[in-house]
């Protein structure tokens, strides 16, 4: 079973920077899109952002101009690089991917463990 590792959660002051990352555990036959979500105490996860295979990308509102993300299939890795930080973008960060981990099987949804991100004021 395909594992999703992420990295690079932490605490940072308000506007600071941190770089996220997501790697699958074995290669993949197949990532179409992934994404990034967010969850926060008595909150529901929210997306955050999503990157397609070609590349396009969408942003939640909230994140628009402050985020990036980006992909690297070579290494079935995508990025979440966040700036101008804010204390409201404290949450648990998680990582999602639909993909198929070998040619016959179904296209499928892969949660990260997720990772905290701490934004103090």
């Known amino acids: 079973q395909v594992q999703l590792v992420e990295s690079g959660g932490g605490s940072v002051q308000a506007g600071g920077s941190l770089r996220l990352s997501c790697a699958a555990s074995t290669r993949m036959f197949e990532i179409n899109a992934m994404g990034w979500y967010r969850q926060a105490p008595g909150n529901q996860r929210e997306l955050v952002a999503l990157i397609s295979r070609d590349g396009s990308t969408n942003y939640a509102d909230s994140v628009k101009g402050r985020f990036t993300i980006t992909r690297d299939n070579a290494k079935s890795t995508v990025y979440l690089q966040m700036s101008s930080l804010k204390p409201e973008d404290t949450a648990v960060y998680y990582c999602?991917?639909?993909?198929?981990?070998?040619?016959?099987?179904?296209?499928?949804?892969?949660w990260g463990q997720g990772t905290q991100v701490t934004v103090s004021s």
């Open positions: 999602k991917y639909a993909a198929r981990e070998r040619l016959w099987d179904l296209l499928s949804t892969y």
